[in-house]
């Protein structure tokens, strides 16, 4: 069974920091890329940030470039989002997203993350 766990949300104030983890089984990990997208009340769900497992090459949305760092530990078949630095906007509800070579995709079921100001 394919699972993407996510986990470490949760409220904290303005400047501070959270590390989300996606934790993945069911599919063989290093031939997908793992990304994090979120989804504000009353907004569409928007990416955040990806990375490739099979050759380590990342990407993050000019949101989030200088606070938010993706990570992957291929042994443990988990990425990491540490996220700093954080402002009310990034309030949103965070999912983690595996898609593969072969054109499977799968969703978590999302982690609430709340700044407050």
């Known amino acids: 069974e394919v699972q993407l766990v996510e986990s470490g949300g949760g409220l904290v104030q303005t400047g501070g920091s959270l590390r989300l983890s996606c934790a993945a089984s069911?599919?063989?990990?290093?031939?997908?890329?793992i990304g994090w997208f979120r989804q504000a009340p009353g907004k569409g769900r928007e990416g955040v940030s990806c990375?490739?497992?099979?050759?380590?090459?990342?990407y993050y949305a000019d949101s989030v470039k200088g606070r938010f760092t993706i990570s992957s530990d291929n042994a443990k078949t988990t990425v990491y989002l540490q996220m700093n630095s954080l402002r009310p906007e990034d309030t949103a509800v965070y999912y983690c997203r595996g898609w593969g070579i072969n054109g499977n995709d799968y969703w978590g079921q999302g982690t609430q993350v709340t700044v407050s100001s």
């Open positions: 069911g599919f063989t990990f290093d031939d997908y890329a």
């Open positions: 990375i490739s497992n099979s050759d380590g090459s990342t």
